[in-house]
């Protein structure tokens, strides 16, 4: 990446296809974009949401059927507008940027959290496809606002693969947090990788368990992000730019960075403010 803006920077200009209903105020947009096919779980692209906003989002699909997706939680104008869309509307997508997760074998575990579901749905179908044996621990506060649920229960439907559900409230699953599950699970199985995103306190639990036990963890942070090429510097976290040299961070950038990692970052204008 050069850093400064080349014609692949550009926004394509495309279709939405069909926006799905995720949860009552939850979208999954799907889309068609060349480009998107070829990017792999963990990446992201640019949305732009004409007249609002442009914002990053996880691919939650790369080429289902020649199409892609991102799943979008409603937030603040941008998200709200692209929550509201409709197929035949038009959207702006640039990218895919950033790395990706690294798919690894043996016994690993995915922890998603909100919409930070959407990018462990292909890396869960890629670790499957590689022969590693998938838990997908998939929560939300409620019932309803659990995403991705459909695709997670398609692609985790047998033993050894496992699906384990959980909410705040116990309306669907277990009652508790994530890292509730996750230390369950830990004190009873032998896990080798864990992969996570979501909320960052969440993640940032799910870590420290990680390293009571040793076990590697890839996490991907959602944090604010203006032009995804490194010439912002809004998501910085400590010596790394999230757009650049993430938005994926394994054990060794998260401890360098632990001290931010689940205690603040910076918004838009450059203030440090709490996760
Ligand atoms: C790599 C990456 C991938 C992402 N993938 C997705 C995705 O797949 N789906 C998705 O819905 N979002 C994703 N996000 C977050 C998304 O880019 C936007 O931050 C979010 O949609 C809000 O944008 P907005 O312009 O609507 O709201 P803004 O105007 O940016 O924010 C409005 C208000 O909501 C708050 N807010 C925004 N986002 C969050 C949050 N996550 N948690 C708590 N408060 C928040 C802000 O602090 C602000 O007060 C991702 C972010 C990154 C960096």
Redesign the pocket.
Known sequence: MSGYPTHSDRPRIVKVEESRIETETARTIFFRDEASLKAKPGQ?VMVWAMGA?E????L?AMNDKGRSA????P??????LLCSLKSGDVIGVRGPY?NSFTPKKGSVLLVGGG?GV?PLIPLSQTLQEIGAKVTFVLAGKTSGDLMLLGEAKKIISKPPHNLIIVTDDGSAGVKGLAPDAVRSLLGKEVVDQIYSCG?EKMMRMVFDLAEEKRIPVEA??????ECAIGLCGI?AVGKYL?CRDG?ILDSQQLKAVSKEFGSNRL??AGRVVPV
Request: hydrophobic share 35%; proline share 16%; glycine share 10%.
């Open positions: 992201f906003d914002m990053p989002m996880s939650a991102v799943t979008v939680k937030w603040g104008p941008g998200s709200n950033g919409s959407a909320p991907s942070l959602e944090r604010p992000m998501c999230l938005p918004d838009r």
